[in-house]
């Protein structure tokens, strides 16, 4: 596979100039784009859940990207084309993470911003709001989630399944964790490039025995570089949460992380502000890197203003002693900024549970 952002337009466009072709695929596009996903209230395939979608002869073959609970969808899709009187077949490849619901990527557009605490913090609010919750570290340059839960030197287990070997993930307060971390050698660099990076991915995509998840939550490497966009593309990812923080340079680099998932399809939830102020012992609020940044970055991407997240040195020692924030004091004004997301994206994905056609 190529590491290239693919757009959506790219994805759906025949190679062939052949007007006969490209007529019937712009007719399985349109009809495709009937079938809503309910929850995120958009058509199938501006979600970017269909994907390499070609037309050979009489037959249409396409992937199909979807969570555990929408496997209904291919049935949908079945349905709709054979109302196309030219469809011989349709041959639909489900693509997904065994076990798991909802695919979720944090990102953010440069280091430095809280994007791994920030997945930490949430991955816990979940839990603790009773969702069944994993956690991959798909940070190759820095993976620091292991140390972040406590699990600094654990082994990995390899397991024998009906479908291969997997990797057993790791637990840590009731999160199931997985992490390029705890494949590499303690104090060395991890210099891995181009087809290593790319098996490296794609075996924690799809080698990980997650069991049952409602979220799997993939801490992806900051930017917008090749690693990403694998990661993106070969995963049933359905929506992205982007960290910054309020200072423009951060906001200039988050504006083009955004571009990439939409580039591929991939819907982006919302903006989680970090570092949006500080606290004093008086209650009183001080916004050290500036105001509003996230805002007026939400207002211009049409995206949502998710949650700010206010600076808290419990946040940094939580970091390193193992322990997260969101766990040992929820009651804190930071921990319940997590709280409310993790809140909001449960009411977004699990408020409604059927497919819908119009």
Known sequence: MAHNSISLHQQIQPSPADPLIIGRQQQVVQFLKQIIEPNLKNDIVSLGMVRNLRIVDDYVYLRLYIGSHQQQLQTEIQKILSQLSWCKKAYIQPCTIPG????????????????????????????????????????????????????????????DTPEGQRFLPLSAYGIKVMS?????????????????????????????????????????????????????????????????????????????????????????????????????????QTSIFGTGGGQKLADELKAPLLGEIPIDPRICSGGDTGKPLTLADPNSTTSQAFVQIAAALDTTFFSVSNVQMV
Not at 131 to 156: C, F, R, T
Not at 241 to 260: E, F, K, L
């Open 100 to 159: 798991v619901k909802t695919t979720l990527a944090i990102s953010s557009g440069k280091g430095g911003v809280g994007k791994s605490t920030t997945a930490v913090n949430l991955a816990t609010a979940l839990r603790l709001a009773g969702a069944k919750v994993g956690l991959l570290d798909a940070d190759v340059y820095g993976p620091n989630i292991p140390q972040m839960l406590g699990l600094g030197k654990s082994e990995v287990e390899i397991i």
């Open 180 to 284: 390029v971390g705890l494949l590499a050698e303690p104090n060395r660099p991890l210099a891995w490039r181009g087809p290593i990076l790319h098996k490296i991915i794609t075996q924690f995509i799809h080698e990980v025995q997650w069991g049952e998840l409602d979220y799997l939550l993939i801490d992806l490497p900051p930017g917008t570089g090749d690693a990403q966009i694998t990661i993106v593309q070969e995963s049933p990812i359905c929506g992205a949460i982007v960290v910054t923080t309020p200072q423009q340079v951060a906001i200039s680099d988050v504006r083009r992380s955004v571009y990439m998932f939409r580039q591929v399809g991939v819907p982006v939830l919302g903006i989680i502000e970090n570092m949006s102020y500080f606290i004093n012992s008086n209650g009183e």
